[in-house]
């Protein structure tokens, strides 16, 4: 920003407006993040009040402890990596080219997100293990191997890239890269000067969070990993909730809280001056008819991926549920509508679908009004401060969920916040965890509305919130879809914490399947699989539903300009002509090397 | 430019208030039927049972207790049995609920050791076995259930490779057993540390780890879960079988036959699961009166009914478990189908809290 007073005055106002926006995500922040970690960290090691600091060197001095960091770490990098490289592929095809079923298709490639590690482990086991998918084909065995794990977390988290991503890129105006071309770049730079630039702030953000995700990740490793191996996530869990060494679990909290600090530090220095003011279009005019070879084949690789990583393990555990007692049918269906006198749940589990939705509602609503605050706070650019806000939102996809429920247990037990017995509990803690989601996806949209379109409304007298209304509320119309769909389906999986504030006699959908896993016998497994393709379902048409209304409106709507297509390109006088040059016939070069379909997951004890 | 400022921070401040007036009303929806006053006045009428994720009643029986006491229950479930003790420590001055179900024996001494429970005496102790009754001095705890955590083994494969199966802790390092056995990670499966527990009460102080390393000798394949082991390793489960599960030994319970076969159309002759009845280590579950409970008559009136005869005969079906009340018949499919444990091993819950974690530590270094 360029000296002067003028621009010193816009500087102060915006930083005002800024902390102004960021009074109730940051409250939000303290009471249920911030005040439960630390005191539950504090129990570990300030006891009976005096500080017992040794235990942090004690722990530390470990070597199985730096062990598992270690691996954490770098588990955490190569499925990060692994995702983008086998997602982003992914991103460009739903983002760019028009395919039948698309829609549908986006959803369910957010089903895995959503699904019970327990449940999802199970299907990668049943393909990777003994007498699996790679075993019959190739005699390969990958559980208990890294690979494994990896291949888990693509599958998780591919909808994290393929959604943030890809929500940014369907929205980029093609022609400025077409300008480019005009202009004599070839179309490898094209690409590289134009398009990667404007999307590199949504790829950092949909790593980070991969990274995250992984880096907590939890079920995975207990299911694919074998014994032998644990993430801090793991260790966590079993010094709170297991040996009940709290000293233990709290230096280990501080580590993974140090960890994850610096990697939202990285990612915030490097993305000092990423996100620049973009022309955002109308994603239906950006998509096409795959052309040429090229596309052909990226678009089949792309495809051929997506029904080996995500849609084999979903159709395992459908297939599951559907191979009752006396051959295929529907009987664990029935089975679950029947409010026997089983009083496991005290509701029949079909219940629990009702349940997961209220919650999964509330949930959404307090994501979005908190994430959609914090990151219309920090859009108003303002220096360094807010960039700590920025990651400080981060901090719970990196932390440990165990710690956030046991945090929750006692803490909010007292006015003002006597929340234990609230229902309120369980869709705070997930809104904790969907908050960032909101945050991610809104950010790269919100500061790429062209800040002139805000002064010229501005100048022309509307109001900011006329201004917010008429101008950014259409622009971001779209991510606000994208991260309301996200806020959702974290809440709809969401099993770590829940699992420790469930009320009573209201449990999710996640937490009914894990009570039916814990218990032997056909009937009670066989409802378990039909209740994790019940919340696949569930999840899939959530999301279309959600997404539907949302999806259309994305440029600011003028009379003059039906179906809201390409309104400025018709104002310069240019023919909004529907992107077909005869030219697209060699190879488009994919943004990332066609990696191979291999590997995929992540979580928490979600 | 002063007003601007001003006006955009209302902008954003009846945002706010929209957003929460939004939330306000997604209260409404969201408060549900059945569950009495939330915390705050002493709802009277209220016991709040605080347990794990296995307590399980049929709702007669619930309703049962209504009517003889006027008491309705509201239940907490928090995680398994070692997650749920530790909140409830945690919480203990300020605790969630009235009584508290499903301590169990490896689990008791870290429960009484932080004061959880207040002494009650209930009703029908007279008819409760005294060798279940680990805290007979203060009656802190009373037992409710037990159950034996055993091998398992898959009949069709000893039947079909001619074969007996194993009976004892010593048969499980025998040649011909040799990768057969999967059993649970004793640091995150609370079957796989009763299974250690059993090593150590067979074997001593000095002989469990020589018995381990002849076992892991011997192949035993180690998971994390019991759901791992039993529905994806074994190959005697419905779900282990469509899982092409590979082992047909596993460590599970004796209740996990009869288990195996509730809800089969025919009902078979026998279960397709047997116990290996020389491997099993008994575990108590217990009920306390929390300290600091709102409603302590409340709970001393759930701990007796739990003690009822309509309860402890409700209990095998929801949870897997045996009565401990003398005369408390099981149901047709348990005597059917189950296994009769004539000497499970045991060990004093002192002694399992003293030696725990040094076992642990010591069984991660020899098995994994």
């Known amino acids: 920003m360029e000296a002067g007073p003028a621009n010193r005055k816009a500087g102060r106002r915006r930083t005002a407006t800024g902390l102004a926006l960021a009074a109730l995500p940051l409250a939000f922040f303290a009471a249920f993040f911030a005040y439960p970690v630390a005191s539950i960290v504090g129990r570990g090691l300030h006891p009976g009040g005096h500080w017992r600091l040794g235990r942090i060197g004690d722990v530390l001095g470990d070597g199985s402890v730096r062990h598992v960091l270690w691996f954490t770490c770098w588990q955490a990098g190569a499925s990060t990596a692994l995702t983008l490289a086998v997602a982003l592929p992914g991103a460009y095809a739903f983002a760019r080219l028009d395919f039948p079923g698309k829609r549908l298709l986006r959803a369910v490639v957010t089903v895995p997100f959503v699904l019970p590690t327990v449940v999802a482990g199970s299907a990668f086991l049943a393909l990777l293990g003994q007498g699996g998918f790679t075993d019959s084909l190739f005699g390969v065995r990958l559980d208990t191997s890294v690979w494994a794990i990896l291949i888990a977390h693509v599958f998780f988290n591919y909808a994290v890239v393929v959604r943030t991503v890809g929500g940014l890129w369907a929205q980029l105006d093609p022609r400025q890269e077409e300008a480019a071309r005009m202009l004599g770049a070839g179309r490898l730079a094209a690409w590289r000067r134009v398009t990667l630039p404007a999307l590199a702030p949504s790829v950092a953000s949909a790593a980070v969070m991969v990274f995250l995700f992984t880096f907590t990740s939890f079920g995975v490793i207990q299911i694919l990993g074998g014994p032998t191996r644990a993430t801090l996530e793991v260790e966590i869990y079993r010094e709170t909730a297991e040996i009940f060494d709290l000293p233990t679990a709290a230096v280990l909290t501080l580590l993974q809280l140090v960890a994850v600090v610096a990697i939202l530090a990285v990612h915030a220095w490097t993305a000092r001056r990423r996100e620049s003011a973009l022309r955002l279009v109308d994603p239906a005019g950006t998509a096409h008819r795959p052309r040429g070879a090229g596309e052909r084949t990226l678009l089949a690789a792309v495809l051929g991926s997506i029904a080996l990583l995500i849609l084999l393990p979903l159709g395992v555990l459908a297939a599951r549920s559907l191979d009752g007692p006396n051959g295929y049918g529907f009987a664990f269906y029935r089975a679950l509508g029947s409010t026997s006198a089983d009083g496991t749940f005290l509701v029949s589990p079909l219940h629990t679908v009702w349940n997961s939705l209220r919650y999964a509602a509330a949930a959404t609503v307090i994501a979005l009004l908190v994430g959609g605050l914090a990151a219309a706070a920090l859009t108003r650019r303002s220096g360094r401060l807010m960039r700590g806000f920025d990651g400080l939102l981060m901090l719970p996809l990196g932390t440990s969920a165990v710690t956030v429920g046991f945090g929750f247990l006692i803490t909010l037990d007292k006015p003002p916040l006597d929340l234990r017995d609230s229902w309120l509990l369980v869709p705070l803690a997930q809104a904790l965890v969907g908050a960032p989601f909101v945050v991610r996806v809104m950010l790269p949209v919100l500061r790429a509305v062209d800040e002139r379109l805000r002064e010229a409304a501005a100048v022309l007298g509307a109001s900011p919130l006329r201004v917010w209304r008429e101008v950014e509320l259409p622009l971001v119309g779209r991510a606000l879809g994208i991260a309301a769909g996200f806020a959702f389906a974290v809440s709809l999986g969401e099993f770590g914490a829940t699992v420790f504030i469930a009320r009573p006699d209201s449990p999710t959908l996640p937490v009914a399947v894990s009570r039916l896993l814990g218990r032997a016998g056909e009937m009670n497994y066989g409802q378990a699989m039909a209740l994790s393709t019940i919340l696949m379902v569930v999840c899939a048409a959530s999301l279309l539903i959600l997404e539907y209304p949302l999806s259309g409106r994305t440029t600011p709507r003028r009379k003059d300009a039906p179906g809201g297509k390409d309104v400025r390109a018709a104002a310069q006088g240019l023919a909004p002509a529907p992107r077909a040059n005869a030219s697209r016939t060699a190879p488009e070069p994919s943004a990332v090397p066609e990696a191979p379909a291999a590997p995929a997951r992540s979580e928490s004890p979600r | ?368």
Request: aromatic share 8%; charged share 20%; proline share 6%.
């Open chain 2, 1 to 368: 430019m002063k007003s601007t400022i001003r006006r955009r921070a209302v902008g954003a401040l009846v945002l706010a208030t929209a957003g929460a007036t939004v939330l306000a009303g997604c209260g409404g929806s969201g408060s549900d039927s059945g569950s009495g006053k939330a915390s705050g006045g002493k709802p009277s009428k209220t016991v709040t049972l605080v347990s794990h994720d296995s307590f399980a009643a049929s709702k007669s029986v619930m309703a049962e207790f209504t009517k003889e006491t006027g008491y309705t229950v509201k239940v907490l479930r928090g995680g398994d049995a070692g997650a749920a003790v530790n909140q409830a420590i945690l919480t203990k001055d300020h605790p969630r609920g009235d009584v508290f179900f499903g301590v169990d024996n490896t689990l008791l001494s870290r429960a009484l050791g932080n004061g959880l429970f207040d002494s009650y005496t209930a009703k029908g102790l007279d008819q409760v076995p005294a060798d279940v009754q680990l805290d007979a001095g203060k009656h802190r705890v009373t037992p409710i259930d037990s159950g034996d955590v055993c091998v398992n083994y898959d009949r069709a494969y000893f039947t079909s490779h001619h074969l007996a199966p194993p009976q004892t802790f010593a048969d499980l390092i025998k040649p011909q057993y040799k990768n057969l056995l999967v059993t649970e990670n004793v640091s995150t499966s609370s079957p796989g540390l009763a299974f250690l527990l059993g090593t150590a009460a067979t074997y001593g102080d000095a002989g469990w780890q020589a018995y381990w390393k002849k076992l892991k000798a011997n192949g035993v394949q180690v998971v994390d879960s019991w759901e791992q082991a039993y529905d994806s390793a074994f190959s005697g489960s419905a779900a282990g079988k469509k899982a092409k599960g590979d082992k047909p030994l596993v460590v599970s319970y004796a209740s996990s036959p009869p288990a195996e076969v509730v809800g089969v159309n025919p009902p078979p002759a026998q279960s397709p699961v047997g116990v290996a009845t020389g491997t099993c280590f008994r575990q108590i579950e217990f009920a306390g009166v929390l300290h600091g409970a709102k409603n302590p008559a409340g709970a001393e009136a759930f701990i007796d009914f739990m003690l009822s005869r309509t309860f402890q005969q409700d209990m095998p079906l929801q949870m897997y478990v045996d009565p401990v009340v003398k005369g408390a018949t099981e149901p047709e499919v348990f005597t059917k189908y189950g296994a009769k444990v004539p000497h499970p091993t045991t060990l004093a819950p002192d002694k399992i809290a003293a030696k725990r974690d040094d076992w642990v530590k010591s069984w991660n270094s020899i098995v994994l």
